[in-house]
């Protein structure tokens, strides 16, 4: 069974940053797809970033140039880079992998003063 296993949330001013990684086991991960998402509460949940197996890279406009998605196959983790958080950037964080349909169980990100 995919293991998603997602680490590194917490309370973080406006303007701050955090990195969050996404550890995965039971996977091909150099060729799996991993997607970010996100969700506030009473809000749907959404795609914030995702990379491919070769690499290739999506976001969602509303982070585009603040965050950056990026994997190391050699750990089987995929990371999220948050920079410039802002209050709307408050969320549960999920890593999701696409092949077996697999969500971790989430960390909290709070951005506030």
């Known amino acids: 069974q995919v293991q998603l296993v997602e680490s590194g949330g917490g309370l973080v001013q406006p303007g701050g940053s955090l990195r969050l990684s996404c550890a995965a086991s039971r996977i091909i991960f150099s060729i799996a797809r991993i997607t970010w998402y996100r969700q506030a509460p009473g809000n749907e949940r959404e795609l914030v970033a995702s990379i491919a197996g070769g690499g290739t890279t999506e976001y969602a406009d509303s982070v585009k140039g603040r965050f950056t998605i990026s994997r190391d196959n050699a750990k089987n983790t995929v990371y999220l880079q948050m920079n410039s958080l802002k209050s709307e950037d408050t969320a549960v964080y999920y890593c999701?992998?696409?092949?077996?349909?697999?969500w971790g169980q989430g960390t909290q990100v709070t951005v506030s003063s």
């Open positions: 999701h992998h696409m092949g077996s349909a697999s």
